[in-house]
């Protein structure tokens, strides 16, 4: 065997138990809903599951609540990531100066981040408790009157997206901050030479070289927002009237609650292929394809 073939073999055993894995655990799985997306599989009679054809993709795009779904997870993730990303960016370049506990602030920040998020959504359940919550309290204390957040349903959706762009946005600042910390002294140094204020410093130099570090952020949040599931499940349980209901929450009360394994494949499929495609869009509107960042 020449060396070449030792290579490429030395490889794919590397690669074997990534493979395996994902073999397992993604693609088994995946074919499996796939298949059971086309029959009426009830997870209480599996025995008399029937091929159905398509009537399963005829079905949820005239399930109502299916549809709400998808329309809060749009909002969700229009409000969450300009936020989310921005904070980040705002906490990235305070910690990227040197000043007198500096470390402290970028432990505080990325706080949030280490704790769970099922956690962390039942501590924001308390602090919006209509009558007995923090927030509310500190409201009477500025003379506004008492707020129902999540209670309400224009307010419970606006209230998981500030949750969720708190607790994240520390982790999106620790990537920001290795960006910012890879751009080179020298070109803010000549900047400051020539007279360029912070307002073009930042624009000409700073966002043109953290280009490819905001696409990244921008793909995985993007992505991680559309997979929103605990927030709603433990704060509202998709209420108050479906206002905060996302498509994976809905997914799983039908299959694992309601037990429409077949119902809920179909979902699956249809809101895994819509995820791809907003992906790839996002991805060609961010130019993350061109292979130079810039």
Known sequence: MSKLGKRQNQAWLFLAPAIIVLGLFLFIPSIISFCYSFTDFNMLAPSSAAFVGITNYLKLFKDPIFMKSLKNIVQFVAFVLPIQVGTALGLALI???????????????????????AVTSILWMYILNPSQGILNSLLAKVGISAQPFLNSPKQAMFAIIFLSAWQACGNQMIIFLAGLQ???????????????????????????????????????????????????MIMTQGGPLNSTMTPLYYIYRTGFTDRQLGYASAMSVVYGLGIILFTIVQRKVTHADDGSGQ
């Open 95 to 117: 910690v990227n100066k040197k000043r007198p506990f500096n470390m402290f602030y970028k432990v505080a920040f990325f706080a949030p981040v280490v704790v769970s998020l």
């Open 182 to 232: 890879n751009i080179p002294k020298s070109l803010y140094e000549a900047a400051d030479l020539d007279g360029a204020g912070k307002w073009s410093t930042f624009k000409n130099i700073t966002v043109p070289l953290l280009k490819p570090t905001t696409v990244l952020i921008l793909t995985t949040t993007f992505i991680d927002a559309f997979k929103m599931m605990t927030q709603a």
